[in-house]
């Protein structure tokens, strides 16, 4: 597969119609204490344990534990970190408001030199910034597709991810699924279903920080011009900010985006990354695995957000999401119909004791497609006891319709 391009691809094709231990179970919603707006992407975690989640776009979140948390710690970029007591017996979800961060610039040792050295720096410092032996993680991953605005597409699951050294190849890094199901829509009129390709292993290709050959390499930064931005804070942690963007033509399209790099360790802690969408062609050849003949596509967004965190002096991958936007038409039709589709994972908790490598049989591939790999939703019970991210209320309605109209093959 060609290096330049990125490692998640969509296909477009034609349609034709064992027991666990009880868990205690805690929800709530993470808004913000200024405007009352809802916080998506926050992580909630439980302090010394591995645990934790994310909120979902509605800013919910539900955490399931072994035993009743004392306290738990939310989080989200450019917010005030907040720990929270948590009730013996929580009698209604809990409202978590978090404070937006001011950055006193006085407070920040500003960065003197090029940008591009900081970068640098950071990429030299991996080794030390990241886990030093292998880890299994154990993480949530969803996929959804909409047509317009309605839901036609829905595949999630639990998977198991093996993590090797930082400054190593990523070749022994791979994701296996645990379980998994998913919805297709059985209307006539949703002709077009939404494929992406390798999913479920975009942790390890995404990983910029172990993964170099995507993005952080001489010759791909030597396409992009770097600038300082003003900093942030992540879980209670200053950043520098540095923006990139593409100052070369290359026969691949290139991105623009931010890279979050902590003040204190120098590791990288978020990325943030759109394809440029200048060059129609580039772009499609990046995001298009293959399409029914006689449909056109016409990119629209490609973006990318990779986020780390860290824990106990250990930097850690802990979340990946993706946008695809993109319309495609029929020849001979006036009208182009728009197409989104979105995949994130979350890691929910890890363990680095007696751990073995997913073998290559049981792995899944950036060849795979997630769909093709799980069953059509049958059991309401589904999730047991798993930690997911709750699905937005809009897509619990789906979910809801989609059944009640999906005949199980």
Not at 1 to 26: D, H, P, T
Not at 40 to 67: I, Y
Not at 273 to 288: I, P, Q, S
Request: net charge neutral; hydrophobic share 35%.
């Amino acid at each position: 597969m060609n290096g330049k391009r990125l490692f998640l691809l969509l296909a477009l094709v034609a349609i034709v119609s064992g027991a666990m231990a009880q868990k205690y179970v805690l929800s709530g919603t993470v808004t913000n204490e200024t405007t009352g707006e809802r916080i998506a992407q926050a992580t909630v975690s439980v302090p010394k344990t591995s645990l934790s989640v994310v909120t979902n776009d509605d800013g919910f979140f539900t955490l399931k534990t072994d035993e009743p948390p004392t306290a738990i710690v939310v989080s989200h970029l450019g917010y005030q970190s907040r720990q929270v007591k948590v009730p013996a017996v929580p009698t209604t979800p809990l409202g978590v408001r978090l404070k937006p961060a001011v950055v006193q610039l006085q407070e920040v040792v500003v960065w003197t030199e090029n940008p591009r050295e900081l970068v640098n720096i950071a990429i030299k410092k991996i080794p030390e910034n990241y886990i030093r032996q292998p880890e299994l993680y154990s993480c949530f991953y969803r996929e959804t597709a909409m047509k317009r605005q309605h839901f036609i597409y829905v595949a999630e699951g639990v998977v198991d991810m093996y993590k090797t050294a930082y400054g190593h190849s990523s070749s022994k890094d791979r994701v296996a699924i645990r379980k998994g199901r998913r919805l297709l829509s059985p209307k006539r009129g949703d002709t077009l279903s939404v494929k992406v390709m390798g999913g479920p292993v975009q942790p390890v290709q995404l990983d910029i920080a172990k993964n170099l050959d995507f993005l952080l390499n001489d010759a791909d930064l030597n396409c992009y011009s770097f600038t300082l931005e003003q900093p942030e804070t992540i879980d209670d942690r200053m950043q520098y900010v540095v923006s990139l963007a593409p100052n070369a033509d290359m026969p691949y399209a290139l991105f623009h985006g931010r890279l979050y790099i902590d003040r204190e360790t120098l590791a990288f802690t978020r990325a943030e990354l759109a394809l440029d969408m200048n060059d129609r062609e580039k772009a499609t050849r990046t995001m298009l695995v293959r399409k029914p003949a006689g449909v056109r596509f016409t990119p629209k967004e490609l973006s990318t957000v990779i986020d780390y965190r860290y824990e106990d002096g250990v930097t850690r991958i802990s979340y990946v999401r993706n946008v695809f936007r993109f319309n495609c038409d029929w020849k001979r039709r006036l009208f182009a119909t728009p197409f989104a589709a979105f995949c994130e994972m979350a890691v929910t908790d890890k363990t680095g004791e007696g751990i073995q490598p997913i073998s290559g049989r049981n792995s899944f591939d950036t060849r795979d497609n997630f769909y093709d790999q799980v069953d059509y939703f049958r059991d309401p019970d589904f999730w047991e006891d798993y930690n997911i991210i709750e699905p937005t209320e809009s897509l619990d309605k789906a979910i809801d319709k989609l059944m009640k109209k999906t005949r199980t093959p």
